[in-house]
């Protein structure tokens, strides 16, 4: 069974940076999006920012700038960095990867556990 693992949370103080990691157990085939989701209490999940297995990025409006998602194949690791934080910033972090079973034509999604950051003075 695949798992996310993730790490890098924490207590930071508005302006400051952090970088967020989810590491694959295993192997994930036919990987379709690697994608940051946030949630905030009494919030719905939001995603954060997206890269494709072709390297394309997205991201929300609110971190465009400020935050950048990258990923290093040689250790199944995905990033999420994070600059010139804010309070708004402060929310649950998830990992997501979204992959296609090719026999069905499907796409089935692996979550991470979740990191807390909070952005407070």
């Known amino acids: 069974q695949v798992q996310l693992v993730e790490s890098g949370g924490g207590l930071v103080q508005p302006g400051g940076s952090l970088r967020l990691s989810c590491a694959a157990s295993g192997t994930i085939f036919s990987i379709n999006d690697r994608a940051w989701y946030r949630q905030a209490p009494g919030k719905q999940r939001e995603l954060v920012a997206r890269i494709t297995s072709g390297g394309s990025t997205n991201y929300a409006d609110s971190v465009k700038g400020r935050f950048t998602i990258s990923i290093d194949n040689a250790k199944n690791t995905v990033y999420l960095q994070m600059n010139s934080l804010k309070p708004e910033d402060t929310a649950v972090y998830y990992c997501?990867?979204?992959?296609?079973?090719?026999?069905?034509?499907?796409?089935?999604?692996?979550w991470g556990q979740g990191t807390q950051v909070t952005v407070s003075s």
């Open positions: 997501n990867v979204e992959f296609r079973r090719l026999r069905t034509s499907t796409v089935g999604y692996y």
